[in-house]
């Protein structure tokens, strides 16, 4: 009876973190109609905050298709596009704000669109760039103090430090199992895992975390090592929707390692639990977090990073997936790329508007992922 009602609340928990990461957050009202939720962009806009103010984090992903509001020129990415077009439909009115982190000129301009829109309320933070020069933790820390001001002025709440502390404790918990399902990445089906932790950005964290914890051990159970499986590492922004992983996987491959601002990369950096100076322990940790093309700690420290990841999950290839308009990401992909190359590991590059791969993308992928299958039997 024991083992039945095991199985019985994985399949339940399993389903829920799938339903909601098919949904991204479109059903949180009929779902958690108790709940108050606050969208953001960027996974360095800090949820412990947010948890502490008594709202829900909720990230902002767009619907499929492509859209272009006119508050927007064409040269922008689809998640900008994407969002605002569905903030001008009425889709976040719901939301008790919505918060920017400025790490793109694009999200910057954003920011001030929305806010001239009234659709909602908005709240800005802007980290620094070179998180570890002189200076940068006492400014991120300013920076942090303020948005805690604005989220008390915007939920007409005091935040205490029993709150920040409440908040701090759920998030590492929550980053601890997140980094247990990463490792078993190599020997789960790729739009599984991605599906489980794009889960844990659109639902709330306790509800996500008690399912994630139901789904582990019987994960653990029916891991297995993929058999004549291309070893993938993929590395880009926002990935909504579990369509290139799907290919990458319906192809021959397996995604063993995930560098995604909406996979592990979001979960991933030290855990803190501020145990002395709450908002220093949150600082410490966004400036830890591993590098994106919008934050560094020096010239060459994503690179190394990212052929360290290759090396330790003994990866075949990777795939650098850039959003079309996105410089960022475009700019760091050609010195990402030059530094696959030279660590011997084949890399493609592909340019996406949306996060839906179709036939054009499917004839590279094929073509790149059979090349390698067909390197490994010579």
């Given at each position: 009876m024991s083992e039945l009602n095991e199985q019985t609340n994985f399949n339940k928990s399993l389903d829920l973190l799938l339903e909601e990461a098919n949904l991204n957050g479109a059903a949180r009202l009929e779902r958690y109609p108790q709940r108050r939720f606050f969208g953001y962009f960027c996974s360095y806009f800090p949820e412990e905050l947010i948890l502490a103010a008594g709202l829900e984090p909720l990230r902002l992903l767009p619907e499929a298709g492509n859209s272009t509001p006119a508050e927007l020129p064409t040269y922008c990415c689809?998640?900008?596009?994407?969002?605002?077009?569905?903030?001008?439909?009425?889709?976040?009115?719901?939301?008790?704000g919505i918060g920017f982190t400025h790490t793109c000129d694009t999200m910057q301009c954003l920011s001030g669109i929305w806010?001239?829109?009234?659709?909602?309320?908005?709240?800005?933070?802007?980290?620094?760039?070179?998180?570890?020069?002189?200076?940068?933790?006492?400014?991120?820390?300013?920076?942090?103090?303020?948005?805690?001001?604005?989220?008390?002025?915007?939920?007409?709440?005091?935040?205490?430090?029993?709150?920040?502390l409440d908040a701090m404790k759920l998030c590492a918990y929550t980053r601890k199992l997140a980094t247990e399902l990463d490792t078993l990445r190599p020997n789960l089906p790729s739009p599984l895992v991605s599906a489980i932790l794009r889960a844990g950005q659109v639902m709330p964290r306790s509800d996500?975390?008690?399912?994630?914890?139901?789904?582990?051990?019987?994960?653990?159970?029916?891991?297995?090592?993929?058999?004549?499986?291309?070893?993938?590492?993929?590395?880009?922004a926002i990935v909504e929707n579990d369509s290139l992983f799907n290919m990458i996987e319906d192809l021959g491959g397996r995604v063993v390692a995930d560098d995604t601002c909406s996979g592990y990369r979001h979960f991933s950096g030290p855990t803190v639990m501020g145990a002395e100076n709450p908002l220093s322990d949150i600082v410490q940790r966004y400036s830890a977090m591993p590098p994106c093309p919008?934050?560094?700690?020096?010239?060459?420290?994503?690179?190394?990073?990212?052929?360290?990841?290759?090396q330790q999950r003994h990866v075949d290839c990777a795939i650098i997936v850039i959003r079309k308009y996105c410089d960022p990401h475009a700019w760091d992909a050609v010195e990402l790329s030059r530094c696959f190359q030279n660590n011997g590991i084949r890399t493609l590059t592909l340019e996406l508007e949306g996060?839906?791969?179709?036939?054009?993308?499917?004839?590279?992928?094929?073509?790149?992922?059979?090349?390698?299958?067909?390197?490994?039997?010579?």
């Open positions: 689809s998640l900008a596009k994407g969002t605002l077009d569905m903030a001008i439909y009425g889709k976040w009115q719901d939301l008790v806010a001239a829109s009234g659709n909602s309320q908005t709240v800005d933070i802007v980290p620094p760039v070179m998180l570890n020069t002189s200076g940068a933790s006492h400014y991120y820390l300013a920076e942090m103090h303020t948005l805690l001001e604005a989220l008390m002025t915007l939920t007409q709440q005091n935040i205490n430090e029993e709150a920040l996500y975390t008690q399912a994630l914890e139901n789904c582990l051990s019987a994960l653990k159970g029916i891991a297995l090592p993929p058999v004549n499986r291309v070893k993938v590492l993929v590395s880009g919008c934050k560094n700690r020096s010239l060459n420290e994503r690179m190394s990073y990212l052929c360290d990841l290759a996060a839906d791969v179709g036939g054009q993308e499917r004839t590279r992928l094929q073509a790149f992922l059979e090349s390698m299958i067909e390197d490994a039997r010579l």
